[in-house]
């Protein structure tokens, strides 16, 4: 069982950066995991941010963070992050970490097979 517990959202105003981070339990090894982020405002469907594929590390990203979100990820503290800069107000969400050994489709969320319990993000404007 892989156990995710995501850190560091918060409030913060616009155009400032958060980082979060997802780590995963002693003996998950992240690098044979594709790893994501999701997030979900109130009211609306959780959606793809952000992912980086266990085989070689190519990363995807939603349009609507492209450029502005980095995922990244330490193999040997298996810990994945989500740098995100620029930050406008309809990014405020809770975001979730997710993790699949094979997803069929990397920015689908019913492809993950593990979550954490979400880390709120709030931008101010």
């Known amino acids: 069982q892989v156990q995710l517990v995501e850190s560091g959202g918060g409030l913060v105003q616009a155009g400032g950066s958060l980082r979060l981070s997802c780590a995963a339990s002693?003996?998950?090894?992240?690098?044979?995991?594709?790893m994501g982020w999701f997030r979900q405002a109130p009211g609306k469907e959780r959606e793809f941010v952000a992912a980086?594929?266990?085989?070689?590390?190519?990363?995807y990203y939603a349009n609507s963070v492209k450029g502005r979100f980095t995922i990244s990820r330490d193999n040997a503290k298996n810990t994945v992050f989500l740098q995100m800069n620029s930050l406008k107000p309809e990014d405020t969400a809770v975001y979730y970490c997710a993790a699949a050994r094979r997803p069929a489709y990397y920015s689908d969320y019913p492809s993950y097979n593990y979550w954490g319990q979400g880390t709120q993000v709030t931008v101010s404007s």
């Open positions: 002693v003996g998950t090894f992240i690098s044979t995991y594709t």
């Open positions: 980086i594929i266990w085989s070689g590390g190519i990363t």
